[in-house]
């Protein structure tokens, strides 16, 4: 009885708490969503004004056992130049839920967008769009629509 009663209140604790948690909170989320909505992490405007975002590796760092092809160092150099596009791009390897990122950005904080073919293939395609003049929301919709495959 005891072993029923402890199992009963368990239960009713869990599903208390599935309920309990907002739906845009990303467990629950990822868990239940729609594949075909589920967009990962971005900010949805540019920076506020003196907004000073992270610092995206460069010059110096972009050596080492991480930045052996020249690929890596070139995504990691169009990449300083536009830091504000990466900010307000989702990316789609997903590392806003396995690494904790909040947009393509993140990638380039650290050493993740040299190993991640996704956040390069990604960040190629937002460099080449940019520089053939289309806004952030037509880059995101075709990141959103896997565009970003095509860049070799």
């Known amino acids: 009885m005891l072993k029923r009663t402890l199992f009963s209140a368990g239960l009713a604790l869990l599903v208390m708490a599935v309920y309990a948690i907002p739906a845009s909170t990303t467990a629950v989320h990822a868990q239940w969503s729609d594949p075909q909505d589920d967009v990962p992490a971005y900010h949805a405007h540019p920076p506020a004004q003196g907004e000073a975002l992270p610092p995206l590796m460069s010059g110096s760092q972009l050596t080492g056992a991480y930045f052996r092809q020249s690929w890596q160092v070139a995504v990691y150099k169009q990449a300083a130049q536009i830091p504000n596009v990466l900010y307000q791009l989702p990316c789609y390897c997903r590392c806003d839920r396995a690494l904790g990122h909040k947009s393509l950005h993140s ?33 995101r919709a075709g990141i959103e629509r896997k565009e970003y495959e095509t860049i070799d």
């Open 107 to 139: 990638c380039f904080e650290g050493t993740h967008g040299a190993i991640c073919e996704t956040c390069a293939a990604e960040e190629a395609y937002a460099y080449k769009m940019t520089q053939a003049g289309r806004t952030v929301a037509q880059i």
